[in-house]
């Protein structure tokens, strides 16, 4: 196989990237735009050892299921992967890849309940980060191009609540206007790096954060009375001053620059406070389902003691503390434990607590000390636990451990680490928090063999 040669073929797969999967001589190739069905011509763009990469040449029988996409940018964008197709079809793929990597990665097969689809595929999304960038002179955001860091300039993201496309658009001028020049990557210079916005999805409280090179508090002081009159939901306005050559997007420190340092919003019927750097789910009315699934599957009666690892900001633990003895969650971001404890306090729960440090590292303390959970819910990063983590939490022996994953590679690795180590991987269910891109969440429910 060489490079710009052509091949008829058929998509008979989807990674989990939102490529579609065909062979040609053996050897798979990936290519994206496409659909499970596509019979097309593919034109190969990169030939690596045992797989190549591929473009659609020429699509002459489209898979049932495709559409036109509805964004001009998505071609460009390295965002939404799946506006080609409806979204009864996107939830085929999500379902089926959730599916393959319990059996494929965890060599496990639990019963999977129908995935759960979202109300709406649009306006979903509370939170948006925007590279910022200069055209022509002037200050434009988007985001970034597939596999690249280059700045895709758009305003009218279809995943983004109209309020971010009106800051967005009225800021910039405005922001070019005070002195403010785009942060150059290659060369490390200039100043804005990033627009970061997020909104309370039932509060409609808006927080927005500059992130900065160096800092431009003194640029700006003028304009901030004006954003503030401008958008009175805009009850929160900080920098995150971030000089470092990263692709880390915040800085370690963020100050506020006027307003209060959060906004408020409502996550299963609990106030919640939430910080520029605290974990807080982009979909909310999504998240409320994805939490209730949990919840279902811990299967609390009002007398466990539960363990909530990789809290954030509290809201897992907190939505199922009414139905618990004990509350016992940890954190590594300082920022959301104090977050975490506050939205304690506003909701009266009285039975939690809240620790700052690394998961597995808190919970062996915690097992040393003689805690014992009866139910331990863990919500990790896209990496997933690390050893300490799952070797403590078998320890401690809980009747129930109820995993919440944003990747199912790595959630089916875990399972099979906590097979391992006595418990049996009964039940998982795919959620859709993310319509429109390749990201799918899961939850699984683990039992302790012999209970």
């Given at each position: ?18 490529s ?8 798979a ?12 011509r ?6 690596l ?5 591929g473009i659609i ?28 197709v ?5 939830l ?28 709406t595929?649009?306006?979903y ?9 200069e ?19 758009f ?6 609540p ?23 990557e ?10 970061y ?5 039932h ?32 009850v ?5 001053v971030?000089?470092?050559r990263?692709?880390v ?26 910080s ?47 139905r ?11 920022s959301?434990v104090?977050?975490a404890?506050?939205?304690a306090?506003e909701?009266?729960?009285?039975n ?18 003689g ?13 997933g636990c690390?050893?300490?983590?799952v ?20 959630a ?11 418990y049996v ?6 959620v ?15 039992t302790r063999?012999?209970?």
């Amino acid at each position: 196989m060489q490079k710009n040669e052509i091949y008829e073929t058929v998509i008979t797969g989807m990674t989990a990237e939102g490529s579609g999967v065909c062979r040609v001589d053996g050897m798979a190739v990936f290519v994206p735009m496409t659909a499970v069905g596509d019979r097309l011509r593919v034109r190969i763009v990169k030939v690596l050892k045992s797989y190549a990469f591929g473009i659609i040449e020429d699509l002459h029988d489209p898979a049932d299921g495709r559409q036109e996409p509805d964004c001009p940018v998505f071609r460009k964008c390295g965002g939404c992967v799946f506006r080609h197709v409806t979204y009864e079809t996107e939830l085929q793929y999500k379902a089926q890849l959730v599916e393959d990597a319990f059996r494929r990665i965890g060599g496990l097969d639990p019963a999977f309940q129908p995935i759960l689809g979202a109300e709406t595929r649009d306006g979903y999304r509370n939170k948006a980060q925007y590279p910022v960038t200069e055209q022509d002179g002037h200050l434009v955001c988007g985001f970034y191009a597939r596999h690249s860091h280059r700045v895709v300039p758009f305003t009218k993201c279809a995943l983004q609540p109209e309020q971010f496309t009106e800051v967005i658009e009225w800021l910039l001028p405005q922001l070019e206007a005070a002195g403010v020049t785009a942060y150059n990557e290659e060369a490390h210079t200039g100043e804005l790096r990033h627009i970061y916005l997020r909104r309370g999805f039932h509060s409609g409280e808006m927080m927005l954060c500059l992130v900065t090179r160096v800092s431009v508090r003194k640029k700006i002081g003028k304009l901030l009375p004006e954003i503030q009159a401008q958008f009175p939901d805009l009850v929160s306005i900080s920098e995150s001053v971030n000089p470092e050559r990263t692709n880390v997007i915040m800085g370690k420190q963020i100050s506020v620059l006027a307003g209060a340092g959060c906004i408020t919003d409502t996550m299963c019927g609990r106030k919640v406070e939430i910080s520029p750097q605290s974990f807080y789910q982009v979909n909310t009315a999504q998240a409320e389902r994805l939490y209730a699934v949990g919840k279902e599957f811990a299967k609390l009666t009002g007398t466990e003691t539960l363990l909530d690892l990789y809290c954030g900001a509290g809201t897992i633990g907190l939505s199922m503390a009414d139905r618990v003895k004990k509350l016992i969650g940890v954190e590594v971001v300082a920022s959301a434990v104090d977050n975490a404890r506050r939205n304690a306090a506003e909701n009266h729960v009285d039975n939690a607590e809240f620790f700052c440090g690394d998961a597995g590292s808190i919970a062996d303390r915690l097992r040393t000390e003689g805690t014992r959970p009866d139910v331990i819910v863990v919500d990790p990063p896209r990496k997933g636990c690390d050893a300490l983590t799952v070797q403590s939490c078998a320890a401690m022996q809980p009747e129930r451990i109820v995993m919440i994953s944003c990747n199912p590679a790595t959630a089916a690795r875990d399972c099979k680490a906590f097979g391992e180590l006595g418990y049996v991987t009964e039940c998982v269910r795919a959620v859709d928090l993310f319509p429109g891109t390749a990201a799918v969440e899961c939850v699984v429910l683990m039992t302790r063999m012999g209970k």
